[in-house]
């Protein structure tokens, strides 16, 4: 009885090398490290699959108005201010491949501020009335990269990499009781930039996305004209590493 014991322990030994030197010379599969290559596959009747199409609208309205008393500034005072800022933009875009996008997007931006002032009242008593006016347009094509974090259907994380062209004229006029003064520019600028986001679909096919500015380059040219002649061209350039909360955006998107 002994004798069979260990013999029956000498074989499960046995059998217990052979799985465990097999199973080590069968090949493993390679384990991806980092975010990207961890990334949950993206299957075929999801929103963000090769062959769809995402099309949206973004809606963005600044406005203030102070008229009540007088704001005090460092040199000056401020009697009445009323201005907004406006923009609408809609876009289009193409996944040529799992989780990546090719679009452009189209839009219109249009500042009005009436501000009446004055600076320096104890010294050289300077009041002013101003107003100013500028419309724009931009054409902005983007890449669109989608990232499947979570194995989920309903939150992905992006990051846009777009290139804006746009060109604007403004007018702003100038009245000290006296002299009336205008001052019109128009010019062109390139923006490039980076970026990243957060995409919720609060239905099916139908998205709620939020981004931010995270890198941008910015150069513009502008001629500017007082009294209907030329007195001056600026050109700039910007570079922004920093991540900007005042580029904020919010869109709907639908996808189909």
Same mark, same amino acid.
Do not use: C, W
């Given at each position: 009885m002994k004798l069979r014991s260990k013999f029956f322990i000498f074989i499960l030994t046995f059998v217990a090398l052979a799985f465990? %030197?097999?199973?080590?010379?069968?090949?493993?599969?390679?384990?991806?490290?980092?975010?990207?290559?961890?990334?949950?596959?993206?299957?075929?009747?999801?929103?963000?699959?090769?062959?769809?199409?995402?099309?949206?609208?973004t809606l963005f309205l600044l406005q203030g108005s102070s008229d009540n008393d007088a704001l005090n500034i460092i040199f000056g005072d401020i009697y009445k201010a009323e201005g907004y800022t406006f923009t609408a933009e809609a876009f289009g875009g193409y996944f040529v491949r799992? %989780?990546? %996008?090719?679009? %452009?997007?189209?839009?219109?931006?249009?500042?009005?501020?009436?501000?009446?002032?004055?600076?320096?009242?104890?010294?050289?008593?300077?009041?002013?009335?101003?107003k100013y006016l500028s419309n724009?347009?931009?054409?902005?094509?983007?890449?669109?990269?989608?990232?499947k974090v979570l194995d989920s259907k309903t939150i992905y994380f992006f990051n846009e990499t777009s290139l804006t062209v746009e060109y604007s004229y403004g007018i702003s006029q100038s009245d000290d009781g006296e002299d009336v003064s205008k001052t019109k520019n128009h010019g062109w600028t390139f923006k490039f930039g980076i970026n990243p986001g957060l995409s919720i679909m609060v239905l099916d096919r139908l998205a709620f996305e939020t981004s931010v500015g995270l890198l941008g380059l910015n150069s513009s040219w502008m001629t500017i004209e007082e009294n209907d002649e030329t007195r001056s061209k600026v050109s700039y350039n910007i570079v922004n590493f920093k991540i900007n909360l005042l580029a904020l955006d919010f869109s709907l998107v639908y996808f189909f």
């Open positions: 465990s %030197a097999s199973y080590a010379d069968s090949p493993k599969p390679a384990k991806k490290g980092g975010l990207l290559g961890s990334l949950f596959p993206v299957e075929e009747d999801e929103a963000i699959h090769r062959g769809n199409f995402q099309t949206g609208a799992d %989780a990546m %996008a090719v679009g %452009a997007r189209v839009g219109y931006s249009r500042t009005y501020a009436d501000v009446d002032f004055s600076i320096l009242e104890d010294l050289a008593d300077i009041k002013q009335h101003r724009g347009f931009f054409v902005q094509p983007f890449l669109k990269n989608y990232l």
